[in-house]
Structures are given as C-alpha cells and as structure tokens.
C-alpha cells in the first residue's frame, strides 16, 4: 500500500546525543515536510524540501538538519544544539503540480523524549 | 505570515449532537485543508477544501475563501469523532508551494 513511514514510532535519547528520524514515501510525491508538535499546540514547521538534493527552512529550523539524497526519502536529525528536542515528529509529503498541489499527507509520527 | 486561528479551543457535545467548528485566516490561501488528529497522533485528512462545500457522510465543510473562513460541520456525533480537529492553509501567492500554516486545533470530546 502506497503511504508514508515513520521510524522510530518512540525514541529516547540522552541529553547532548544527535538522533536521526526517518521518513520513507512512496506515493512518488516530489516534496516532504517535517513539522513538530509540542502537547496541546498545532503543528509548526522545521524543514521542507521540494526537489532531490533541495531544502529550505521552515519556522523552526535551529537546532535540526536534513538531507533530501532520493526523492522518497526525508531524514530529520535532531542535534544536541536543538534546546527543547522533546516533541512528536511528524514527516508529511504532497504533490507540486496539478488539482490538489500541496494537499499534504502524513505519517504516523516519531514521538521523542530526551531523559 | 498567516495567522490561523481556530474556534472553539475545546467543544465537548454529548453523543448524537451537532457541532461547527471554525477556521479564520488572515491572507488570501489557495489550499485548505481539515484534519483529525486520533489518540495516538495520527492525522487522518478530511477535507482538501480550498472553496465550495463538500460532503463525506456525517462531515461537511464549507470554505468562504472571500471571506477568509472555513467551517467544518459534524452531524450526529460519535465517541470516535473525539480528537483534535486542524486546519491548515497555504498563501495563494507563496511560491514555496505546499508550505502550509497550522491552527491550534479545536479539542472535541464526544461523550456516550
């Protein structure tokens, strides 16, 4: 079936310890999203990447990096530089051309907890 | 950038009840989207409702993009219906396509 994994589902990590977050299409969708959602908040964004090989910042782009190396694949890292990296994660991706451009799908989320 | 801002925050109903939640946005959008956000985090699309109405059985939406607002209805409600309701919206004229702006939710809770 055609979708969007995330993994881990949960993931705790030490204080000053990088983790990667992996998100896997494949609906064939040229752009993916990460947002982050802290409890009782909406979703903000983190990072966007439209093209292989292409990314932009979102809102809250401090303290994370990311690599679009295939078109199906979108891994997040949270750095040690990243202040409050206790959040759910969620990876979305969507189409950039015709009737429902943007229309945005996501995953099930990486919910992380740094002890 | 856009503010979006959803109403009610919290909306509790007894079950069989009705209910209309809100979306306001501050700029022009040429994508608009519902979702519900289940228990365990999951966000299930709705609607894809940049104008007009749409129906899918008890849910309907109707986006006043003039106007600048949505109005998501849910008829008859159900305990399954409990969750997190979001909207979120892209500017129409933000050539980062697909960069869409969240509300803060509307909480229902949907009670037996």
């Known amino acids: 079936d055609g979708g969007i994994t995330q993994s881990p589902k949960y993931l705790f990590r030490k204080e000053g310890q990088n983790v990667t977050l992996s998100c896997e299409q494949n609906?064939?969708?040229?752009?993916m999203y990460w947002y982050r959602q802290d409890p009782g908040q909406g979703l903000r964004l983190i990072y966007y990447s439209q093209i292989v090989n292409d990314f932009q910042k979102g809102d809250i782009a401090e303290g994370y990096s990311v690599s679009r190396e295939k078109k199906e694949s979108f891994p997040l890292t949270v750095t040690s530089a990243q202040k409050n990296p206790t959040a759910f994660y969620l990876c979305a991706s969507s189409i950039l051309a015709g009737g429902r451009t943007g229309e945005l799908f996501f995953g099930e989320g990486s919910r992380l907890t740094v002890l | 950038g856009i503010q979006v801002e959803q109403s009610p925050p919290d909306l509790i109903l007894q079950e069989g009840a009705n209910s209309t939640l809100r979306c306001n946005f501050s700029d022009s959008v040429n994508n608009l989207q519902w979702f519900h956000q289940n228990p365990w985090g999951q966000l299930i699309n709705l609607f894809y409702?940049?104008?007009g109405t749409k129906q899918n059985g008890r849910l309907s939406a109707t986006t006043v993009a003039t106007e600048r607002y949505s109005l998501l209805y849910i008829s008859s409600s159900q305990t399954t219906d409990s969750g997190v309701y979001f909207c979120?919206?892209?500017?129409?004229?933000?050539?980062?396509?697909?960069?869409?702006?969240f509300g803060d939710g509307t909480t229902l809770t949907v009670k037996p």
């Open positions: 609906l064939n969708h040229d752009a």
């Open positions: 979120a919206v892209r500017l129409a004229y933000n050539t980062n396509a697909g960069k869409s702006t």
């Open positions: 409702i940049p104008s």
